[in-house]
């Protein structure tokens, strides 16, 4: 469906045949970091700010482009468990905005590599959010003065110059609330002081709510308004009714 | 039972059963006379029956409330109701009827005579009057200032020749920033990389959707902040307010672009989700990409003793998209 | 009826016209209408799919009014949508709500009005191209054109008042858009809309009721005025043909009846029409306004689009560059005034004025009953082709956000490609259709010129076998 994920996607997939044949039990965090991250982000996720090369033999020949990654340190393991999970990272290439995309690591694996980067500082834990506690319509007006300007009111992805917020169907509650602190790329940061965590349970109790909304009008065309319908109008009505005109129209022999 | 079976029959005979006209006596007929269709005529019966069931269908449909799905089911009722009935008529229009095919001549280009007749009629009941030019000016005069006249009441709709309402704005000097809940910001509340909608203290809910109402805070690090030099002193230690409203077409902007990673990403801005027109909020609100033609209107902070963001003065232009005065005028401090 | 024999059908029949007729002398009138002839060609239908949805969108709108709120206080919501509750909205908003959730069958007429305005405009603009392109607006028939483009013009804005009164997000942000290209008219935009709105935007709270009595009395009476002008201009002139066989000509039509040859055909289209508008109405959701939420002037959201029939503004909204035309601190020329005021002017000037500059192009002054294919007249043909695909282009950029998110091509590349090429794809276009309908025109010809010495050839040779 979106030309540049699927790119990605084959991209990753010839990239991957490396780490699943490399180490297939798991390793230490620290190695895979070192097969993986320390190009970018530098040894011991000091980061990389000002397009310096550094480590990781294993990706030399891909460090032809500039490296530039922020640092790991501190971050916790909620940025490491949002961007790993969400197949944000590792990057393709340095620069362009991460994208959901087939995870890379096996499960042990991304355990033992999020220990890793939550051990290089003090950072925050694995949110655990509860949506369930949260107020749907309250989330629905925080939602839309914090969310819809990018995400589109019903979570269905948008447009901002220069980035995509995405579409939030795919996101669970853990990732919509660790994206909400982080702000990967472009999107903001929301503190605890801004959105509080029970105003972040009803937000993403509305999240939940917006990938099956009540439809009740029937066939939803992506909630996204007029451009389906318009396509609608014309490729299904119209043409039904200009069948119709021409069954009808033909009235004399030829 | 003999009932049941007396109706069973009767239906049968009205279903199946087919009427003879009697042939009509004068040969003359103005329609052409073609062989009866039976199928054609069983299926536009049954389409017009089914119709019916529909149509029937629709009103057990309404009537019951529990049923799911409640308006596909109206829908797809009513629907297919006037879609058989459609169809019953169009088998009736090509089987049933008869298509004549005739010839007529279009109506004449023109009618010469009645032309001239209209003329004379208009040209000689006039022939009393001596001052012709000036009585048909008397009429257009007339004519025109009654015109004038009923259409004056319309001006009543609002006002038209005042344009001082466009520069109002709910701020002035001191005015605390609240949120929509209407509690204070302080300054400590406004953390980089994120945005926060403001509005003047105690106003009451209907003042907020005045386009002058809403602001957009963000805040930058001082050091990036290139604000020029009218606009020294707007920020409060790197606090930026902006209107919140596009200076294009008029749409909240509620987006901000917050890179995570400076080097790497777009710069700090903010968007219209409307035409995407995308403002710079480090320089005073210039347009970096997009229609809009005017920088947003930028608003002063100050924070006071106790911590709290207040309004400076009012804001360095007009709010809201562009007319003809927005750049004459500015906002009262 | 069906089955009993018809005895009684006859005098029924003739006691009725008797009556009437003796009561109304209408018995020449109805005998004219009945024997009134319809030419054949499935494309003359358009006019008619739009009259029906026209028919449709009064019946659905009236039931709508019963229901509907004219008014802007804020209200609290309590109703039984849980997404909703407790949040601040307008009465106009609260009360569509309701008719989409609570009023039995409210939803089903609701989306079926909404289906039966986009579906209105595109048959509207399907008979226009029909029109344009086969030459039927040439003299006797400029008055029954212009009425039409004026109809084309008033239903664009009785349907942007339709959406805008529901008062839900997207709707807002489509009325300050409006209002905003209003505020850009050069020398008098910021006194109208101030006029308009009564105030600047959003206005007071009598604007409200002043928006509804215009979208469900003023302009559904005016068009349906100029409706009632554009078929009588048509019945009294006939309707135009094309020429298929020899007993068709400029002075002659052929044709089928009214009855009974049209009427079955006619009653199918408009129950045909309803049909797909109530299924449609039922079966696809179509603005689902509970889910945009309420409208407030501090908030929006990504990817706002207007219906289909106003895509053209906001693609040329979109498309112009970021400057205002100022003139020592007079802002003569905002942007909006571009893109939401200018483009669509230029478009209705050329519809209105076209019939005119082709008669000063052509010189022709004769009547015209019978029409001309597209190739007939490459020139028409390839101006218009012009027309339709600048604004086609420029409609298919108002929605390049959504062909960001879908296809991944950056907005801002796009918006930069289009600025470019709504003028060079145009030009191509019409420069393309302009060789075709000469090649085609050619290869009739040749291919009759063939016939014919076939034919001379065939009757050559039957007088040798003679002689």
Known sequence: MRASRLIALVLALAAAAGPAAAAPGGGSGKALYGQYCIACHGPNGSGVPQGRLSGGAALRQQQVQRALAPSLQGVGALAADFYLRTGYMPLQRVGIQPRRSRVLFSEPQLQALIGYVASLGKGPAIPKPQPQRGDISQGMSLFTEHCAGCHQVVAEGGVVTGALPPALEDATSTQIAEAVRIGPYVMPTFTKKSISDSQLNSIIRYVQYAKHPDDRGGWALGHIGPVPEGLVTWFLAAVALVGMCMVIGKRLSS | ?333 | MVGIPDLEAEPVIRRTVRFLDERTATAPLLRKTLRYLFPDHWSFLLGEVALYAFMVLVATGTYLTFFFVDSTKQVVYHGPYAPLRDQHMSEAYQSVVNISTTVKAGLLIRQTHHWAANIFLAAIVLHLFRVFFSGAYRKPRELTYILGVTMLMLSLLEAYMGYSLVDDLLSGMGLVIGYSVGLSLPFVGGNLMEWLFHGPYPGQASLWPRMYIAHVLIFPILIGMLLGGHLLLVAMKHHTQFKKKRSQSENAILGVPAFPGQAPRSLGLLFGTAGILFLLGGLVQINPIWLWGPYHTYSSTNGAQPDWYLGWLIGGLRLVPSFDLVIDGYTLVPNPFWGGAAFPLLVFGFLYFWPWIERRLTGDQSFHNVLERPRDNPRRTAIGLWVVSWVFLVFVAGASDRVNVMFDLSYTSQIWFYRVFIWVGPTIIAFVAYRVCKELQASEKTKHEQHKAEARARLAAIQRTEA
């Open chain 2, 1 to 333: 039972m003999s009932k049941v079976r007396d109706s069973i029959v009767a239906g049968l005979v009205l279903l199946a059963g087919r009427g003879r006209r009697k042939p009509r006596k004068d040969a003359l007929r103005t329609v052409p006379k073609l062989d009866p269709n039976p199928g054609a005529e069983t299926w536009a019966i049954l389409l017009f029956f089914f119709a019916a069931l529909c149509a029937v269908a629709f009103i057990v449909v309404y009537a019951i409330d529990s049923l799911p799905r409640h308006t596909q089911l109206l829908g797809l009722s009513l629907g297919l109701c006037l879609l058989s009935i459609a169809a019953a008529l169009i088998i009736t229009a090509h089987k049933l009827i008869v298509t004549e095919e005739l010839v007529e001549p279009y109506s004449p280009e023109e009618h010469p005579n009645e032309q001239e007749l209209i003329a004379q009629v208009v040209e000689e009941s006039g022939d009393r009057l001596t001052r012709k030019r000036l009585f048909k000016l008397g009429i257009a005069a007339a004519g025109g200032t009654l015109g004038l006249a009923a259409i004056t009441p319309a001006l009543s709709f609002g006002p038209f020749l005042e344009t001082r309402y466009f520069l109002g704005t709910p701020w002035r000097k001191g005015r605390r920033l609240v949120d929509d809940k209407g509690k204070p910001y302080k300054a400590t509340d406004i953390e980089a990389d994120n945005f926060y909608t403001a509005f003047p203290e105690r106003i009451p809910d209907q003042d907020k959707e005045e386009l002058g109402a809403a602001l957009v805070l963000v805040r930058l690090p001082v050091d990036s902040l290139r604000l020029p030099p009218e606009l020294k002193g707007y920020d409060a230690g790197g606090i930026v307010a902006y209107s919140k409203i596009c200076t294009h077409a008029g749409c909240a902007i509620s987006l901000y672009r917050a890179p995570l990673f400076q080097p790497d990403e777009p710069r700090p801005a903010l968007v219209c989700p409307c035409h995407y027109s995308t403002f710079n909020p480090a320089d005073g609100g210039s347009v970096m990409f997009g229609p809009a033609g005017r920088k947003l209107p930028m608003l002063p902070l100050s924070v006071d003793a106790k911590g709290f963001l207040r309004a400076k003065g009012n804001f360095d232009g007009e709010v809201g998209p562009s007319w003809w005065g927005s750049r004459i005028w500015k906002p009262n401090p």
